[in-house]
Structure formats: structure tokens, C-alpha cells
């Protein structure tokens, strides 16, 4: 494996890894070819291109950040990677963009959620293999853990890259985002549409649509978008509805 390919392209990003960290970042690989021949974790698993779309993805919100904070100040102030911030990832999956963006800024507290335990089991077994500290994944629904107590509006960034549509992705991660924090929604590029249907539920639960950035994958012609959602307000309490709800009965 040639992890300065890696190390390249998160420069594009203004992201300098060490040695440590590309040595994670391949471990993290072995470990998710390893498991995804026995569930399903991803349908990519070419070690470059998981390097693009899944590493370099996910990595890329810290450019966004970067570049919206020369016409709002705002944002570099409370998104401050590098300082280390309280990060939820919702529905992660196979860890992404959660577990990268913690292996790169290892001063960041991330919570890994997700519904199904056997992929849970896969990202302790990460962390376990990297000696990470200060995250945690957790088998859970976003439904019932945006109403715990010690999560519900606990976190500075809310980030998800599932595939639901932005209204629903908003009532999963908009409760744990404290006031004043971001919900960042990773999105394909075309979103304008989607974005304009899901504002009335994003008012709703308290957020606003603060600015989407777009971009191309590092040495593609992929194109991606963020949606950065300011959390202007608390959520109201009936807000996650019950499992199944959110996707049956987008707001």
C-alpha cells in the first residue's frame, strides 16, 4: 500500500498527517477489506479508491471549513478541528466521515452511531487496532438517542453521510447539535433542489442553512456538496418522532 498517495491528497486539503497517522489510516483499510467479506461494510474496497471516496471524502470537510471562514468568521471559530470540538456521526456506517476525521485531528471527541451492532463490532475493532481514545461508537437509533439526556444537544458538530434525504437526515442529527454549533450534511453535488424542500423541517428543528460548499473529490471530476446548518435554536421536544418516522414522514 502506498499511503503517501494519502498523504497527498489531504494536503489538497490543508491537512498534513504524520507517519502515525498514515499507519492508522492503512490499518483502518486491512481491517475494512477484512470484515467486508463477511458483511457488508462497502462496495468500494480498491485501496486508491477508498483513499478518494471514503478517506479523502471525508476529510474534506476541513477545507470547507477553511474556505467558508474567509467570508464568515464564525464557522473557524467553532469548528475548530485542529483545537479538538464534540463531534455526533450519525448512521456511520463503516465509520465515515466520523473515524477519519478523528484519526486526523486526534484532539476531536467523536460519537459513531449506528443502528446495526455487527458493524458497531467493526468500528471497536478499529479503534481498538489504532489505540484511539476519546471516541466511541455506539449501537443505537438516531430516533432514541437524539431524546437521551446526555446526548440531546450535546455536540459543536453534527455530521452525516447517509443517504436519506436532507429533511430527514436533519430530524436524526439537528437534536444533538447544541445552539450556536453545525450540523454539516455531506451530499452529492447537485443539492439545491433537495436543500430548498427540507428548509421548512430544517426551521423546524431549530437550524438554518448557513451555506453550501462544493467541490471535486481530489484528483477526480466527482462532484460533492456540503450543507452547513447553523443550529439557531433548540429543538423542540417532540422532535426525533419515533423510529420509522423520519423517513416515512419527512416534515
Known sequence: MNNLKLKELVEKQSIILTDAKLQQFDKYYELLVEWNTFMNLTAITQYDEVLVKHFADSLAIKSAIAALSKIDSDICKILDLEKGIHIVDVGTGAGFPGLPIK?????????????????????????????????????????????????????????????????????????????????????????EEEVDCSKKAIKVLGGQVKHIYKFCLPDTDIERSFVFIKKIHTTPKKYPRKAGIPSKEPI
Request: hydrophobic content about 40%.
Open 103 to 191: 484519526i486526523a485531528f486526534e484532539n476531536c471527541s467523536v460519537k459513531l452511531l449506528d443502528s446495526l451492532n455487527k458493524r458497531v463490532q467493526f468500528l471497536n475493532e478499529v479503534i481498538t487496532k489504532n489505540e484511539l481514545v476519546n471516541v466511541e461508537a455506539i449501537h443505537c437509533r438516531a430516533e432514541d438517542a437524539g431524546r437521551d439526556i446526555h446526548m440531546r444537544e450535546q455536540y459543536d458538530l453534527g455530521v452525516s453521510r447517509a443517504v436519506s434525504n436532507l429533511a430527514t437526515l436533519s430530524e436524526y442529527v439537528l437534536p444533538f447539535v447544541k445552539v450556536g454549533g453545525y450540523f454539516v450534511a455531506y451530499k452529492s453535488g447537485e443539492i
